[in-house]
């Protein structure tokens, strides 16, 4: 209930008016978006560098009501691929699909995606489609099949959430494509009848997915690219101990080398299992948010974890 709740309020702009007037609100939400601005968002990405973590870029907003925003935001993203490149950094950048207009018109998502690849491939660097909510998934999954036909199939991959149903159906054809998959629990509220309501199910998908991905990757002989930009096929995406315990373990069983996987967590969040992994020979790569519209993903990261919800609550009463 409390996290359907949270779910709602990070979609309603009523919230996000009243909210984003708060400092300590701001304050807070540093904890797990690196600043407002590009030069905050690439200092994170050197301290973790400098760590041995790769990263994942990725400027904040969703839902354009523009086609001028959607312009922005195609050009954003180019603006960090150029500097990824130009200061030889171990990132890749993240994207969301209603960013660059899918919700106003496919055509254009689809040309400021195919632009955004274009200097991707020339670059070798490595675009990382993210899911949204479940509306969308149809939609994101075309545009991503449509991108691999294309040709882009090496420096493209997409988010699946173990959450729904359909996931592993997904997986298995984007596998059959040699496709990159990271796989996440799922943040958005969803209905029963197209996503698990129990956890225990959520996690025993998220475990039958691992599974497949590791099996693809061991084939394909997939492995992290030199400099830290390409990942391999499995991008696992969680901070559960008992899942990444899983994934290790699986993977050992089957002689999947370290490389074979990477490990993906948030800029915020468990820092020391993130270096634990490092220091074990895994490839870690964390995702780095930044930017004006932090309302959004902050609170969907108070949804997961209760004790920041009541760390925020115990500063909006002190006042």
């Known amino acids: 209930m ?28 540093s904890r797990f978006v690196a600043g407002e601005d590009i030069q905050s968002a690439f200092d994170a990405v050197k301290q973790l560098n400098r760590k041995g973590i790769n990263v994942t ?38 994207i969301k699909l209603t960013q660059i207009g899918l919700g106003l018109d ?23 489609i993210d899911m949204e909510g479940s509306q969308y998934t149809d939609a994101t999954l075309a545009t991503y099949h449509q991108m691999v036909e294309k040709g882009f199939g090496d420096v493209v991959g997409v988010v699946l959430q173990s959450y729904l149903y359909r996931s592993e159906r997904d997986l298995e054809e984007i596998l059959n494509q040699g496709g990159k998959v990271r796989l996440c629990k799922g943040a958005y509220k969803e209905p029963a009848d197209v996503a698990f309501p129990k956890k225990s199910d959520v996690d025993q998908n998220f475990d039958n997915c691992s599974q497949l991905m590791m099996d693809s990757s061991l084939k394909n002989d997939s492995q992290l690219s030199e400099d830290g930009r390409i990942p391999p096929v499995p991008a696992i995406a969680t901070h559960d101990e008992e899942r990444i315990a899983f994934a290790k373990e699986y993977a050992e069983a089957i002689g999947l080398p370290k490389n074979g996987l990477e490990f993906q967590m948030l800029y915020g969040i468990r820092g020391d299992i993130q270096v634990n992994l490092v220091d074990e020979g895994y490839p870690v790569r964390v995702y780095v948010p930044y930017g004006t519209e932090w309302y959004p993903y902050f609170v969907r990261r108070l949804a997961e974890r209760p004790a920041n919800l009541w760390f925020f609550l115990s500063n909006l009463l002190r006042g």
């Open 106 to 128: 496919q055509n254009v998502c689809l040309s400021h995606l195919e632009e955004i690849l274009v200097k991707a491939k020339e670059q070798r660097n490595f675009i990382r």
């Open 57 to 94: 870029l990725d400027h904040l907003g969703e839902h354009v009501s523009t086609q001028e925003g959607a312009v922005m935001a195609k050009d954003e993203i180019l603006r960090l691929l150029d500097r990824i490149e130009k200061e030889e950094l171990r990132s890749g950048v993240s």
């Open 2 to 29: 409390l996290r359907a709740l949270l779910i709602y309020l990070s979609q309603a702009d009523w919230a996000q008016n009243i909210v984003r007037r708060w400092g300590f609100a701001r304050d807070m939400a």
